[in-house]
């Protein structure tokens, strides 16, 4: 089967880092991508890995395991806008489809 | 602006109505997906179109039916819906084989 699996719920407070895992199991791999979602509104792209490193983009950075099935994102100098559901996607074929995982609801604390 | 707009944003149906929601796309991309997204439940792709022909149709039940008349324009066309139908749906669109660019989506609720 194919699996993208990720926590559910993660709460950090202002200021502080925050590591989204995300570990995935698919038929192939062309791509693991990271987007944001705030309640009500449409998921924009966060990151785009397709190689084992990391990639950094501001105050987010993520990384990529191709060998483990493994990635996060990470959330450094939360601020309160930060509060909202990231989902994991990978590409498993040169074709345009995405398969995602269920997301994480992040909580960012005063 | 997300540059992908999606109307209605909200909609009530019977289970015998007839209905379609309608997807624009302001980016000159090529590609144009369905997403369905209830809670607590990962993104189900639907489908996906490149170049105005249906390249994907992932197992969806024939009481929705996609229709993409150019590249900008998808719409999604249902009829005897079921309750557990009721989901935010999501358009997507992008050039082949780069990022997705969402919707805002509408949310379905089947009476």
């Known amino acids: 089967g194919q699996n993208i699996d990720q926590p559910t719920e993660m709460t950090a407070t202002e200021g502080a880092i925050v590591q989204i895992n995300c570990t995935y199991q698919?038929?192939?791999?062309?791509?693991l991508f990271w987007y944001q979602q705030h309640a009500g509104e449409a998921p924009t792209f966060l990151s785009y890995n397709v190689l084992d490193g990391l990639e950094e983009k501001g105050r987010f950075s993520s990384f990529l395991s191709r060998s483990k099935g493994y990635s996060y994102l990470l959330l450094k100098e939360l601020q309160m806008k930060d509060s909202a559901s990231y989902l994991c996607?990978?590409?498993?074929?040169?074709?345009?489809?995405?398969?995602f995982g269920a997301g994480t609801q992040v909580v960012v604390t005063p | 602006e997300t540059g992908v707009t999606q109307t209605p944003r909200h909609l009530v149906m019977g289970m015998t109505n007839k209905k379609s929601l309608k997807c624009e796309q302001h980016l000159g991309h090529n590609a144009m997906y369905w997403y369905k997204q209830s809670a607590k439940k990962p993104l189900e792709l639907m489908f996906v179109y490149n170049f105005k022909e249906q390249t994907e149709n992932n197992s969806v039940p024939s009481r929705f039916s996609p229709e993409c008349p150019n590249s900008s324009h998808l719409f999604l066309h249902l009829h005897t819906l079921q309750p557990e139908d009721s989901a935010l749906y999501l358009c997507?669109?992008?050039?082949?084989?780069?990022?997705?660019?969402f919707g805002d989506g509408t949310r379905l609720s089947i009476l």
């Open positions: 997507a669109s992008s050039q082949w084989r780069q990022p997705q660019h």
């Open positions: 698919t038929s192939g791999f062309n791509g």
């Open positions: 996607a990978v590409k498993p074929d040169s074709w345009g489809k995405l398969q």
